[in-house]
Nanobody
Framework: QVQLAESGGGLVQPGGSLRLSCTAS????????LGWFRQAPGKEREFVAA????????TYSDSVKGRFTISRDRATNTAYLQMNSLKLEDTAVYYC???????????WGQGVQVTVSS
């Protein structure tokens, strides 16, 4: 079974940037979708972005559209989440997810902490 491993979290000031990575344990088929969810303290988990392996098609939540970019590298079975213009409210645990439907929720990584603070 596919396993997902995230990396790249950390502490950043408002307006800064971070890049998260998610690597799958095996090669993913073309229709597979990798994505990101996040959960802030005291809030429900929410969808952030997703990308389909074959076409590279993407989708974003309104809260991150224009600031975050999701991409994938099929050669390394990795998805990236480039986060720019970070805001305090982006502070959360970010989870990589995978699956065959939008948004992907069949597989979950362990999560990485992203903290935006001055």
């Amino acid at each position: 079974q596919v396993q997902l491993a995230e990396s790249g979290g950390g502490l950043v000031q408002p307006g800064g940037s971070l890049r998260l990575s998610c690597t799958a344990s095996e090669r993913l088929y073309s229709s597979y979708i990798l994505g990101w969810f996040r959960q802030a303290p005291g809030k429900e988990r929410e969808f952030v972005a997703a990308v389909r392996q074959g076409t590279g098609g993407t989708t974003y939540s309104d809260s991150v559209k224009g600031r975050f970019t999701i991409s994938r590298d099929r050669a390394t079975n990795t998805a990236y989440l480039q986060m720019n213009s970070l805001k305090l409210e982006d502070t959360a645990v970010y989870y990589c997810t995978g699956g065959s439907s939008w948004p992907p929720q069949d597989k979950w990584g362990q999560g990485v902490q992203v903290t935006v603070s001055s």
